[in-house]
């Protein structure tokens, strides 16, 4: 398998300008562990092994620009106005979260493998409104489940029920999604009544029926142990599971398969998870929102192969990129803290194993997907017909002489220099939107045409 030249990457710096970076269609599975807008200060301990990394979990909109929101609207008006309809209910910093998180997840769901899967941790401020917005970008088809996990113990609340759960939320890229079923452990009271039996060997087992009356497709007849009977396997079958002491009889004589406990695979996992423990002992590094190690096992077992991609575009305590190498996967983690690398890197090498095929970067990586080209004439013309000889911001036609080539998503976010990331703006607009989203320019040209229809309105009733 060819290793793609990204996998065991750490890049440090906002994972929306990472992924720009990525090839389309390169990812296995994506978990992502973003804030949760919850309006705190994480810090963590002093003397810890992550002490001096601290986040800011309280949204405001100067976190972010306020043109994504218009950049989304061609393509997902009704999603735009749904993210402005909650901030009217619940202020700038709920509709800034959200706006924030959308244009990630737009993304994440390019470079997707369809047969990826994707993974949304968050708590109950904001999981119905984030459920709401993957709905309309991944296809409320494609969603498989919300898993509540039981993060700690019954908390003792005063004024409340004690919060000690989240949500993870579950969407896959189409019907091709690859899929492990896991397994839970059984109770001790369901081994206690079901596993009563034990073999000569110790070994526990409670009996599974062989007889077939129950089954609507019918089975095989036969004499067996004195019993003209209905069974469910063959009579050669029943020969080889008597031989290998593989059959429980009853004191009336009907024969019984011995279902061991030691073969059994457990309890079929569910939406709860109450068996995956909050971090504690050695694993914890005191890193803020750390979370366990056996809750990623268990979602990159159930959604990955050895040898795929791990995506984590927050991976802060680096738990995801820890486990991926520990189940022989690659992956990738993105982090904005400056502080992070070192510890992540330090985690990486002490806890993941045989960590020495890895790197880190604050260059963001460029894709390899796209055909670069260089700004020409062939260019500019083949622009112009596409554009029909309007500025794409505008809308004018000024002549092909009088255009510019200019990059759409901004060269300094990751934008890459190809066909479809190019357009043509007259000079005005250009220089109006200078190093920043088109969705900039977009916005400015309605906010002036806003203007303009106020004065015409305003003048009019002086008529």
């Known amino acids: 398998m060819k290793k793609n030249k990204h996998a065991n990457m750490l890049y440090t710096g906002d994972c929306l300008y ?56 061609e393509k997902y008006p009704f999603m735009v106005q749904f993210i402005q309809t909650v901030g009217k209910i619940h202020g700038n910093g709920m509709k800034a979260y959200l ?20 993974y949304l941790h968050c708590d109950p401020t904001a999981s ?76 526990l087992f409670r009996p599974g029926p062989l007889d077939a009356k129950s089954l609507a497709g019918g089975g095989y007849e036969y004499e067996w142990n004195g019993r003209y009977h209905l069974w469910r396997v063959p009579k050669e079958t029943m020969k080889e ?27 079929p996992l569910q939406a709860t998870w109450d068996d995956i423990m909050y971090v504690k002992g050695d694993e914890d590094l005191g890193y803020p929102t750390q979370k366990p190690l056996a809750l990623m096992h268990r979602i990159i077992k159930q959604s990955s192969e050895e040898g795929d991609i791990i995506l984590d575009p927050f991976c802060g305590g680096a738990t995801t990129c820890v486990a991926a190498q520990q189940l022989n996967r690659n992956f990738i983690g993105i982090d904005i803290s400056e502080k992070s690398p070192k510890f992540l890197i330090d985690r990486l090498q002490q806890d993941g194993g045989l960590f020495n095929d890895f790197g880190h970067s ?70 109006v939107k200078g190093n920043r989203p088109m969705a900039y320019l977009t916005m400015r040209i309605k906010k002036v045409n806003e203007a303009m229809n106020f004065k015409v309105s305003f003048d009019s009733g002086f008529e």
């Not at 290998?244 to 009889?249: A, K, L, S, V």
Request: contains cysteine; positive net charge; hydrophobic residues 30%.
């Open 18 to 73: 990472v992924m720009n970076g990525i090839n389309t269609d390169t990812i296995d599975l994506i978990y992502l562990d973003p804030p949760f807008n919850s309006k705190r200060i994480y810090e963590a301990p002093i003397g810890s092994k992550a002490a001096g990394i601290s986040f800011n979990d309280m949204w405001t909109w100067k976190d972010v620009d306020t043109e994504y929101l218009d950049e989304m609207i």
């Open 99 to 118: 706006t924030y998180m959308a244009q990630r997840i737009l993304v994440m769901k390019r470079i997707l493998k369809p047969t990826g899967s994707f």
């Open 128 to 203: 119905h409104y984030l459920k709401i917005i993957c709905d309309r970008l991944f296809g409320k088809s494609n969603f498989k489940s919300e898993i509540v996990w039981k993060r700690s113990n019954p908390k003792n609340d005063s004024k409340g029920l004690g919060n000690n759960n989240d949500r993870i939320l579950w969407y896959v890229m189409s019907k091709k999604y690859k899929w492990n079923k896991q397994y839970g452990e059984y109770d001790e009271k369901y081994i206690k009544k079901s596993y009563r039996y034990k073999d000569v060997d110790g070994r």
């Open 241 to 267: 599971l008597h031989d290998n002491n593989r059959i429980y009889y009853s004191s009336k004589g009907l024969a019984n398969r011995k279902l061991y406990l030691d073969e059994a695979k457990g309890v």
């Open 362 to 431: 604050s260059q963001f990586p460029k894709r390899t997907d796209v055909k670069i080209v260089k700004k020409s004439g062939n260019v500019k013309e083949a622009l112009y017909k596409k554009q029909k000889g309007k500025c794409n911001g505008c809308n004018e036609d000024f002549g092909i002489k009088n255009f510019e080539i200019d990059h759409i998503i901004p060269r300094d976010k990751n934008g890459p220099d190809c066909i479809e990331n190019y357009q043509l703006l007259c000079g005005h607009c250009n220089r």
